[in-house]
């Protein structure tokens, strides 16, 4: 494995440590709110993307075909951001980008050494419903285990199929999470609607 593709690997092992927005509080005093810092950084994390389309620097860990889109680290981001101000809701959003950080290299690395597709499905699924259950103690209405298990299969069936393929100008760190987080989004209103969740 080059420097490269490991660099790219423990980025995503790592990457859930951006979900630490969930355990900032909501003021960090002097006027400062916990929304306020995460903009000033996807912000910031934006401004670079643009510097360096624009200039045609090459960070470490891009793949070829990278340079001239933009980068799988600032779609996955941006994904994040979309999760994190337009779903908010944990239960949707955590284990959607924890399948997303760990399983996406874990598929990779599957194909590579000519494993079946059934293993990074199967990991999807019980990360989620495992992430599903470490964070029922602390959200104020945590889901039940049949809505758990339906969520868990709706993801595993949305993420899977969108990692690997590539699109020119989408990567799958960003599918992986919108298109999940979607039919979770909308799968929990029609519960909420009919009373059922």
Not at 2 to 17: I, K, T
Not at 99 to 123: E, F, Q
Request: proline share 8%; aromatic share 10%.
């Amino acid at each position: 494995m080059d420097g490269a593709v490991a660099f790219r690997r423990a980025f995503h092992v790592a990457s859930p440590l951006f979900l630490g927005y969930y355990l900032i509080p909501e003021d960090l005093g002097g006027g400062i709110t916990r929304m306020a810092l995460t903009l000033l950084f996807l912000g910031t994390a934006a401004c670079v993307e643009i510097a360096r389309i624009a200039l045609g620097v090459k960070l470490f860990g891009m793949r070829p075909y990278e340079g001239n889109r933009v980068s799988a680290y600032a779609q996955g981001t941006a994904a994040l951001a979309v999760g994190i101000f337009v779903v908010r809701e944990p239960q949707i959003v955590v284990p959607v980008f924890m399948g997303m950080a760990w399983i996406d290299p874990l598929a990779a690395y599957a194909r590579k050494k000519g494993w079946t597709r059934g293993i990074p499905v199967l990991a999807y699924g019980a990360l989620f419903l495992g992430i599903e259950a470490a964070l029922s103690p602390f959200v104020p209405n945590p889901l039940s285990w049949p809505t758990k298990v339906l969520f868990a299969a709706l993801a595993t069936a949305t993420a899977m199929p969108l990692e690997g393929p590539r699109i020119p100008q989408l990567d799958d760190d960003l599918l992986m999470q919108i298109v999940p987080m979607a039919v979770l989004a909308g799968t929990a209103f029609g519960l909420g609607a009919a009373g059922l969740l």
